[in-house]
């Protein structure tokens, strides 16, 4: 194989465009947006994601940008330290088992690394067209030009254009729940990831993303549509969280502008297998979009990039390496979006018999952290 196109450029698209270029892949990249950017809220890093930049060689890089934890410290809703438990590192001894960073920083690192390493980069562009054109994918693109690849990648999101031309439509599924996400200053006391247990069907919790900030998380339910509007998002968080103690009384006067708080309601996706057809391969959200309950998101597009770029060195014949990764990606993904829609799900309905957050949590951690 010499040419791909990877359309997106998220976390997938950037990571895939990083890992195939250093395999000596010509890589064409397209993103429908003006810019390459995400938006300034922060993003949790759990084990997986970490082992999977150091994988991408920009691991140490996102450490000295970000800020790393080895606990995950769990509150009772009044502020009680009820529970503790350390996150170890699958990077190595004495490195951070978490980290909490900027979406932004993450995003330069990766589109930095990505341009480095030879991808091409357009952005405004979209595919309208990607059919068959003998052993190769021919793409029209919005612009009226089009192009001929043996690969092309969609990476795309959950809302995937690339999912939607080659494999039908599929509606992303709403879980009833949103998060609305604040920057703040981050408090000395706050030097582990930090979760509240839920106040009624309000969850909060605490990522640390810097010495002098970290992201503040609080989830609740919330009907198909609703969308808060910018003037009111301050009173919105600060009467969800007025139920909580300790820190998070704190902090409560710190929420003050529109502008450090991000909202987003959880919708979800997970395309049957195979994700493949022909020489159309989805990967990331595209494929598989999760809720952000384990923090996992991120970590399955690292390693979605990781993956692919392995299975095509080790496979002859291209059909075999795309074969090989689907299987490969398709169960651990699923385990993801399952046990991340149960939480939610339990969040969302308090007392609902059986439900232990905090063992499943911790058991998908454990299991996350094995070599995927
Ligand atoms: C509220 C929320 C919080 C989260 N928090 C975490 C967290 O703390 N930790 C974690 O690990 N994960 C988290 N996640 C999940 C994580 O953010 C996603 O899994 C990850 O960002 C998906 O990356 P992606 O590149 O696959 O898709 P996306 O980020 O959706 O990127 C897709 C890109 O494709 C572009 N695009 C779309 N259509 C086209 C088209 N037709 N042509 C060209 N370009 C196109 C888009 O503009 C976009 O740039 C969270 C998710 C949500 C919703």
């Given at each position: 194989?010499?040419?791909?196109?990877?359309v997106?450029?998220?976390?997938?698209?950037?990571?895939?465009?990083?890992?195939?270029?250093?395999?000596?892949i010509?890589i064409?990249?397209?993103?429908?947006?003006?810019?390459i950017e995400?938006?300034?809220?922060?993003?949790?890093?759990?084990?997986?994601?970490?082992?999977?930049?150091?994988?991408?060689?920009i691991y140490?890089?996102?450490?000295?940008?970000?800020?790393?934890v080895?606990?995950?410290?769990?509150?009772?809703?009044?502020?009680?330290?009820a529970?503790?438990?350390?996150?170890?590192?699958?990077?190595?001894?004495?490195?951070?088992?978490l980290?909490?960073?900027?979406?932004?920083?993450?995003?330069?690192?990766?589109?930095?690394?990505?341009?480095?390493e030879?991808?091409?980069?357009?952005?405004?562009?979209s595919?309208?067209h990607?059919?068959?054109?003998?052993?190769?994918?021919?793409?029209?693109?919005?612009t009226?030009?089009?192009?001929?690849?043996?690969?092309?990648?969609?990476?795309?999101?959950?809302?995937?254009?690339?999912?939607?031309?080659?494999?039908?439509?599929?509606?992303?599924?709403?879980?009833?729940?949103?998060?609305?996400?604040?920057?703040?200053?981050?408090?000395a006391?706050?030097?582990?990831?930090?979760?509240?247990?839920?106040?009624?069907?309000?969850?909060?919790?605490f990522?640390?993303?810097?010495?002098?900030?970290?992201?503040?998380y609080?989830?609740?339910?919330?009907?198909?549509?609703?969308?808060?509007?910018?003037?009111?998002?301050?009173?919105?968080?600060?009467?969800?969280?007025?139920?909580?103690?300790?820190?998070?009384?704190?902090?409560?006067?710190?929420?003050?502008?529109?502008?450090?708080?991000?909202?987003?309601?959880?919708?979800?996706?997970?395309?049957?297998?195979?994700?493949?057809?022909?020489?159309?391969?989805?990967?990331?959200?595209?494929?598989?979009?999760?809720?952000?309950?384990?923090?996992?998101?991120?970590?399955?597009?690292?390693?979605?990039?990781?993956?692919?770029?392995?299975?095509?060195?080790?496979?002859?014949?291209?059909?075999d390496?795309?074969?090989?990764?689907?299987?490969r990606?398709?169960?651990?993904?699923?385990?993801?979006?399952?046990?991340?829609?149960?939480?939610?799900?339990?969040?969302t309905?308090?007392?609902?018999?059986?439900?232990?957050?905090?063992?499943?949590?911790?058991?998908?951690?454990?299991?996350?952290?094995?070599?995927?």
């Open positions: 194989m010499t040419k791909a196109l990877i997106g450029g998220g976390i997938s698209g950037l990571a895939t465009a990083l890992v195939l270029s250093r395999r000596g010509e064409d990249l397209v993103e429908r947006a003006p810019r995400a938006l300034g809220s922060g993003i949790t890093l759990i084990g997986p994601a970490l082992r999977a930049l150091d994988g991408l060689g140490e890089e996102c450490v000295a940008e970000g800020f790393g080895t606990d995950f410290e769990i509150y009772t809703p009044d502020g009680v330290l529970d503790k438990f350390p996150l170890p590192s699958p990077v190595g001894t004495g490195q951070p088992g980290l909490g960073m900027m979406r932004p920083t993450l995003h330069r690192i990766l589109l930095d690394r990505a341009e480095a030879g991808a091409v980069l357009r952005t405004g562009v595919p309208v990607i059919g068959p054109a003998g052993a190769e994918v021919e793409v029209a693109f919005d009226g030009e089009t192009g001929h690849y043996d690969l092309v990648i969609g990476s795309d999101g959950l809302r995937s254009t690339v999912r939607d031309l080659v494999f039908g439509p599929a509606a992303p599924e709403f879980q009833g729940q949103c998060v609305l996400r604040v920057v703040l200053p981050r408090p006391e706050v030097t582990a990831e930090v979760q509240f247990r839920p106040a009624g069907d309000v969850t909060v919790g990522t640390p993303t810097s010495a002098d900030s970290m992201y503040m609080c989830m609740f339910p919330v009907e198909a549509g609703y969308r808060p509007r910018e003037e009111d998002l301050v009173d919105l968080v600060r009467t969800r969280i007025e139920p909580f103690g300790g820190v998070v009384a704190r902090i409560r006067d710190e929420v003050r502008e529109p502008g450090q708080i991000n909202y987003a309601a959880f919708e979800t996706t997970l395309a049957p297998g195979p994700w493949y057809r022909g020489r159309v391969l989805i990967l990331g959200d595209a494929a598989h979009c999760t809720t952000p309950h384990l923090a996992a998101g991120a970590a399955m597009c690292l390693e979605d990039a990781l993956a692919l770029g392995e299975e095509i060195a080790a496979a002859p014949d291209l059909d390496a795309l074969r090989a990764f689907s299987s990606r398709y169960d651990r993904c699923k385990y993801v979006v399952e046990t991340s829609v149960q939480l939610s799900y339990w969040q309905h308090p007392g609902t018999p059986g439900a232990d957050h905090q063992r499943v949590m911790a058991e998908a951690f454990g299991r996350l952290a094995e070599p995927f």
